[in-house]
């Protein structure tokens, strides 16, 4: 029997019968390149940042439109993960940030989440729930986002991821950052106030 479709629907059909049946693994370069791309569509200038990325390690990339930012500082952080040693710090964050991209920035001592552009409007960081410990960075904000490839320290490179992105998109759960910084806010006060006794 003659199939009457057209070539398109066959072609569709093809290819989602080909995806099923092979499995499909993505490398580690495919996926950095990936990501790479997807971040650059946050750059002012894409051919400017990717200059920075190989020159530097860092690029410069606008808040509030595919992504935000929860800055956090490195105290909080290890207080919330009882360690300051990279490797524990880094298993930390990914189990309570179910695995979402986190890099750090050893110059300013800060840790920052990526989380979707939405995060800056939910309540405790519109009302500052959470400053000076922690902000989330908005529209209108610019953040130093490192190379996908720079995962953990480098030399010559002070920002580093220490959860990478697995994929264009792949954010941080806005309810596990929040979860996160409160703990750490809790760590910070106990500690406080034992050593005040």
């Given at each position: 029997?003659?199939?009457?479709?057209?070539?398109?629907?066959?072609t569709t059909e093809a290819l989602a019968?080909?995806?099923?049946?092979?499995?499909?693994?993505?490398?580690?370069?495919?996926?950095?390149a990936a990501v790479r791309s997807w971040l650059l569509l946050s750059a002012a200038s894409a051919?400017?940042?990717?200059?920075?990325?190989?020159?530097?390690?860092?690029?410069?990339?606008?808040c509030g439109a595919l992504f935000g930012a929860v800055r956090m500082s490195a105290e909080l952080v290890h207080a919330a993960a009882g360690s300051h040693e990279p490797g524990e710090v880094a298993?930390?964050?990914t189990a309570a940030l179910?695995?979402?991209?986190?890099?750090?920035?050893?110059?300013?001592?800060?840790?920052?989440?990526?989380?979707?552009a939405s995060t800056a409007a939910r309540t405790e960081w519109r009302e500052k729930r959470h400053s000076p410990a922690?902000?989330?960075?908005?529209?209108?904000?610019y953040v130093g986002v490192p190379r996908p490839d720079l995962n953990g320290p480098h030399d010559g490179h002070f920002s580093y991821w220490c959860v990478p992105m697995h994929g264009p998109g792949d954010l941080c759960d806005?309810?596990?950052?929040?979860?996160?910084?409160?703990?750490?806010r809790h760590r910070?006060?106990?500690?406080?106030?034992?050593?005040g006794r």
């Open positions: 029997m003659r199939d009457v479709r057209a070539p398109a629907e066959r019968r080909s995806w099923r049946e092979e499995p499909r693994v993505v490398t580690c370069g495919e996926r950095e051919s400017t940042s990717k200059t920075e990325w190989d020159r530097d390690g860092i690029a410069l990339l606008r298993g930390f964050l179910f695995g979402g991209p986190t890099f750090f920035d050893q110059h300013s001592a800060r840790y920052y989440a990526l989380v979707p922690a902000e989330s960075l908005g529209v209108g904000s806005p309810e596990a950052v929040s979860q996160l910084v409160a703990h750490g910070l006060s106990t500690q406080g106030a034992v050593r």
